[in-house]
């Protein structure tokens, strides 16, 4: 998820990667005219959107940003690395408030998406996170499979009956803050929008040991149905076809809704949903 440019001298010899200001995301990677140079947009989980020219791989700044803010620069990043229940690694990033990691666990929200083949731990500026720090919590974003962390592969691994193996990877992740002490069971917060809605609610339900809440946005809960929903035959690609017997086993396992009479009263008593 972080981006690297690469200079080729007269387009022959070994390649130099160019030192980019910040650990980021490119965007807009655009040539010149003259075909000598060529500009771009990167940001970072801390640094909002600035644009660059690179010139006989010498970085220059435009001076054209968006304004961070200046109290971004009192936080930090870590990447992290959770096994999943296969044994599969899994990507995530934390970021952690002024003073870091503490010996307390934190109030953290972890973000999960799992679909489509979009990354959920490439570098992104977003104020309501920051402001979330500001207060004292944690952020942390899980890279499961469906993602595009590792290729199309990793995507591939997380689409239809693979759903069931990035709900087991979303739960590796839980562990893994839990474990290293960036939070606890108590203060572990999962969310997932859209695509994620319909990952995350599913692995609160098998670990809800895990979590002391769920908020699920725009979620398919009951994906099970799929065919019925207006945005749902161009989905059935990524989270199976219910027109199929394997198509429909797939939404089947994923389906939150349908897991609720099989968890006991307590587990559902434990994560707040």
Request: hydrophobic share 40%; with cysteine.
């Amino acid at each position: 998820g972080v981006s690297h440019l690469l200079y080729l001298a007269a387009g022959r010899g070994k390649p130099v990667e160019v030192t980019l200001p910040i650990e980021g995301d490119m965007h807009n990677l655009n040539a010149d005219q003259d075909g000598r140079s060529v500009t771009f947009g990167l940001n970072g989980w801390l640094t909002d959107l600035a644009f660059y020219r690179v010139a006989h791989g010498k970085l220059q700044e435009l001076g054209i940003a968006s304004a961070t803010w200046p109290g971004a620069s009192a936080f930090s990043t870590v990447r992290e690395d959770a096994v999943s229940a296969d044994g599969t690694h899994v990507p995530m990033v934390v970021m952690l408030p002024k003073g870091g990691k503490t010996g307390a666990p934190l109030p953290t929200i972890m973000d999960g998406y799992g679909s489509y083949g979009i990354m959920s731990v490439s570098p992104r500026y977003n104020p309501n996170f920051l402001a979330w720090l500001a207060h004292g919590g944690a952020m942390a974003f899980c890279g499961t499979r469906g993602g595009g962390e590792r290729g199309r592969d990793w995507h591939e691994g997380g689409r239809g009956a693979g759903k069931v193996a990035a709900q087991a990877d979303y739960i590796a992740c839980a562990e893994r803050l839990n474990a290293a002490g960036y939070s606890s069971p108590h203060t572990l917060i999962a969310t997932g929008t859209s695509a994620g809605g319909t990952l995350v609610p599913g692995a609160v339900l098998r670990r809800p040991e895990l979590f002391t809440a769920l908020i699920s946005r725009v979620a398919m809960v009951d994906v099970s149905r799929l065919e019925a929903a207006e945005n749902g035959a161009n989905q059935f690609a990524e989270f199976g076809d219910p027109r199929t017997v394997s198509g429909f086993k797939s939404l089947v396992a994923q389906d939150a809704y349908l897991m609720l009479p099989s968890a006991t009263a307590a587990q559902i008593g434990r994560a707040h949903v």
